[in-house]
């Protein structure tokens, strides 16, 4: 008797599946974080990225998963789920490699050039996503890609103001290194095959 082969997920539902569930471990996270009077940020993940200090190396591996608050946190929910749900479509190893180098691009800029203070925020992921996914149809001469692309800086495109210096305590330096590695992401991955 042979093994009936099961049948593979959808990819809609597995890049849905792997959205929510990333976003849902961040309030997971700052649930915790907030029932403990933020030993998450302050204790256990040694608040975020403080530029230039050693002791602020290990919140490039781990300051997208904090932020500062619940306020902070909702904010950045809509355009995790939104751009990790199109930027999984394209697979999950590539999705992840994607996310790996926004993620490091986007730390290592700020640990060294940040303004002085903490960094923190998945902020940086919602800036590269966009970026990657504005651009990659232009590296990968995909016109149904430059297509999304266009829609979603119709519908995105406003954020991006967001790595200009403005507002006293937003990472823009974190949402800039964010968005150049996901221009590097998409020049690295999104090349035609």
Known sequence: MTATPTPSRPVWRTALLGSVAFVALLWVLEVVDQTTG????AEVFA?????????????ILL??????????????????????????LSGVPRALAVTAVVWLTAGAGV?????P?????ASVLVFGWLAFLLVRGVFARNLGQVAL??????????????????DPGVSWEGH?????????????LARPR
């Open 38 to 41: 933020s030993a998450l940020d």
């Open 47 to 59: 608040n975020g990225i403080t530029p230039r200090d050693t002791d602020g190396l290990v919140g």
């Open 63 to 88: 300051a997208p998963l904090l932020h500062g608050g619940f306020g902070h946190l909702a904010g950045n929910t809509v355009p995790l789920l939104v751009l990790g749900f199109l930027l999984l």
């Open 111 to 115: 640990w060294l050039v940040g303004a």
């Open 117 to 121: 203070g903490v960094h923190l925020g």
């Open 149 to 166: 692309g266009l829609v979603l800086l119709v519908v995105y495109g406003g954020v991006l103001w967001g790595v200009l210096p403005g």
């Open 176 to 188: 800039l290194f964010g968005a150049l590695g996901g221009i590097g992401a998409a020049a690295v």
